[in-house]
């Protein structure tokens, strides 16, 4: 049976993987056979020995495994995913007893009627193998204990907090929306993208969250100082010294494969500027607190995003740690988690605009980035490069698919010489292809903008997914087509991005610029047992 994602073939479910007899024999001939990557992208697009105690072929393991199953220790020894749950259970010392999960739930229920559900009945943050795209044994216990926070009840406990009189653990309550996540509750209640973001805005609004956000101004700044590290990058560039291709680092799960997986060779290519998410916790924990003269801890920030592995990111030190040391981020809850929280809601909403970082100010219109169902580093950085490096003004670019609809080429080309070769690599198959020609030095490209999830960012697995976890083609479709409609803005042409760029960070090229914009990446040895799964 052939993998519909990858070129590798796998066995059936049902009588062990195809490749084992061929696994004896190649050791008995003294062969070696090449080792699949220990991870899983976010489509499911292999499977393991895990979880159910049984092989399994290609498929999502979300539907196969009993629930209570799910971050249980695997019974087969090839597998040392540890249970999220016994993780919590065996790390935390402050475990709620039944009494206190009783008068939780009872808060939970204050903001909804019975009979339309409960708002504690959301499952805690879990990543199932088939999200996550790195699961090398890569989420610690401790980071088990924090992710389980990763969910609404945690946003609930906050507004449920500021219910109460004791006025001291109060918190302003600010949610970021990714721009991603618009098409979907656009398509979900069949809305103008507009309109979907009014109403969302108004929704968090009833619930008691005090400011919306959208996180495109934060993309505004990731974008910009990619496009200065490129030109940086091409400059210093030689034989002896290579600093191409620069890969983009705005995907958590692609970075935390890079780091876990890759190490070394790789991990010099990722460009040092910060995600959107990252910078938008800087924003908000940082400029926005001085401005209404509070401190950090007072804000709880929670950001709306199409994918689970942005809840790892808010998880990772160092790179969600604000200028002033705290956490930029505090929650991450994907699109999908909010709209059940919308359905399950008969509260009164009425449609708001949008907060921005500056005052009384209103967003107008929901604007977007050039590109595809990403935030649109390649298209952006490609002008930029074009412009900076040959005096060449890109108006139009024209993507040229390759070997599949998800590896994109753009090309720059004088006189009959290709003087810049960009490319977009998404989704398992095509990151292994590049990570290949990578390594052997036979990969032509300047600047590739990686995503881990085929088909970008919009068909992320937190909003883009039917019941049985499977993409919904339709629906992703549908969101193509909003998200392509929303107005493009250039990073550049942003008043408030310069202003900040003066104001808070003290100048384009200043110290602060670096310590507030770029991070650096760890580079952690593989696992060994997480290699020795047979696949």
């Known amino acids: 049976m052939k993998c519909e994602h990858c070129t590798r073939k796998v066995g059936a479910a049902s009588g062990g993987t195809g490749g084992e007899s061929q696994d004896r024999a190649d050791r008995a001939a003294g062969r070696a056979r090449p080792r699949a990557p220990s991870f899983l992208s976010c489509q499911s697009l292999v499977a393991v020995t895990c979880l159910t105690g049984r092989r399994a072929g290609c498929g999502p393991l979300r539907a196969a495994a009993p629930r209570d199953s799910l971050w249980g220790q695997c019974s087969i020894s090839e597998c040392s995913k540890k249970s999220k749950t016994d993780d919590q259970e065996n790390v935390s010392t402050d475990s709620s007893s039944p009494a206190q999960e009783k008068e939780e739930a009872s808060k939970h229920l204050s903001l909804c009627r019975p009979n339309k559900g409960e708002f504690h009945k959301l499952a805690d943050a879990k990543i199932f193998l088939s999200d996550c795209l790195a699961c090398d044994s890569c989420v610690t216990v401790e980071e088990g204990v924090q992710l389980s926070q990763q969910s609404a009840k945690d946003f609930f406990h906050v507004l449920n907090l500021n219910k109460k009189c004791d006025t001291s653990k109060h918190r302003v309550l600010v949610v970021s929306v990714c721009p991603q996540s618009l098409p979907y509750f656009a398509a979900k209640f069949n809305l103008s993208v507009t309109d979907a973001s009014r109403r969302l805005c108004g929704f968090l609004k009833s619930l008691g969250v005090h400011y919306v956000f959208d996180t495109t101004i934060a993309a505004d700044f990731s974008i910009l100082d990619t496009q200065k590290e490129f030109v940086r990058r091409y400059h210093r560039h030689s034989e002896e010294q290579r600093e191409l291709p620069m890969l983009t680092s705005a995907c958590p799960g692609w970075v935390r494969y890079a780091e876990r997986v890759l190490g070394p ?30 401190s950090p801890e ?109 590896f994109h080429e753009v090309t720059l080309e004088k006189n009959g010489e290709v003087l810049l070769r960009f490319a977009a690599a998404y989704g398992f198959r095509n990151i292994q292809n590049m990570i290949l020609k ?31 976890g499977h993409t919904d083609r339709a629906l992703l479709q549908q969101m193509e087509g909003i998200y392509s409609g929303i107005p493009v803005r250039p990073p550049e042409s942003s008043a408030h991005v310069q202003e900040l760029y003066q104001e808070w960070l003290e100048g384009t090229e200043s110290p602060k610029v670096q310590e507030v914009l770029h991070t650096t990446y760890q580079s952690l040895e593989p696992r060994t047992d997480g290699l020795d799964i047979k696949w």
């Open 438 to 468: 990578l390594r052997k030095g036979k990969f032509p490209y300047h600047f590739v903008e990686v995503l881990a999830c085929p088909r970008g960012c919009l068909n992320g697995r937190g909003q883009a997914q039917t019941e049985d």
């Open 265 to 294: 060779p790789v991990i010099p290519h990722l460009c040092t500027a910060k995600s959107p998410q990252q910078v938008m916790g800087s924003l908000v924990k940082d400029y926005f607190a001085r401005k209404q003269n509070l």
């Open 298 to 406: 007072k804000i709880f920030h929670v950001v709306v995003a199409p994918c689970y592995d942005k809840k790892l990111e808010a998880l990772r030190e160092g790179l969600s740690i604000t200028l002033n040391g705290a956490r930029g981020t505090d929650c991450v809850l994907t699109s999908g988690e909010i709209a059940q929280i919308m359905e399950q809601s008969d509260l009164s909403v009425k449609d708001t605009a949008v907060d921005t970082l500056f005052g009384d100010v209103k967003e107008a219109a929901v604007r977007r980035h050039d590109g595809v169902s990403s935030d649109g580093h390649l298209a952006h950085v490609f002008r930029h490069a074009a412009r900076e490096l040959f005096g060449e003004h890109v108006e139009e670019i024209t993507y040229r698919a390759l070997r599949n609809k998800d």
